[in-house]
Nanobody, 119 residues
Framework: QVQLVESGGGLVQAGGSLRLSCTVS????????MGWFRQAPGKERAFVGA????????FYADSAKGRFTISRDIAKNTLYLQMNSLKPEDTAVYYC????????????WGQGTQVTVSA
């Protein structure tokens, strides 16, 4: 079993930047892919983007393209989400998740970190 812990959330003004981190611990970690999701108040959780752990291929939701960048540090078992040009509509709890079985489903989740973007 793996544990995922997000950090780096906070309050930022519109147009600002934040970098979220997700550190993985637990059993020897070998993930096929990791992703970022977010859930805004009153809305369902939404996909932000994902990265294949070994190859580093990235995929983004339309809302994230051009503003957000996902990266990972394999040696540190850490996933990152660099968010630039933030908008108030980016306000949400951000979660990282891991597909450790190669099934295409994210079965392990972190507890989330709050990102609030003020106008």
């Amino acid at each position: 079993q793996v544990q995922l812990v997000e950090s780096g959330g906070g309050l930022v003004q519109a147009g600002g930047s934040l970098r979220l981190s997700c550190t993985v611990s637990g059993r020897t970690f070998s993930s096929h892919a990791m992703g970022w999701f977010r859930q805004a108040p009153g809305k369902e959780r939404a996909f932000v983007g994902a990265i294949t752990w070994i190859a580093g291929s990235t995929f983004y939701a339309d809302s994230a393209k051009g503003r957000f960048t996902i990266s990972r540090d394999i040696a540190k078992n850490t996933l990152y989400l660099q968010m630039n040009s933030l908008k108030p509509e980016d306000t949400a709890v951000y979660y990282c998740a891991a597909d450790t079985d190669g099934t295409g489903e994210f079965g392990s989740w972190g507890q989330g970190t709050q990102v609030t973007v003020s106008a």
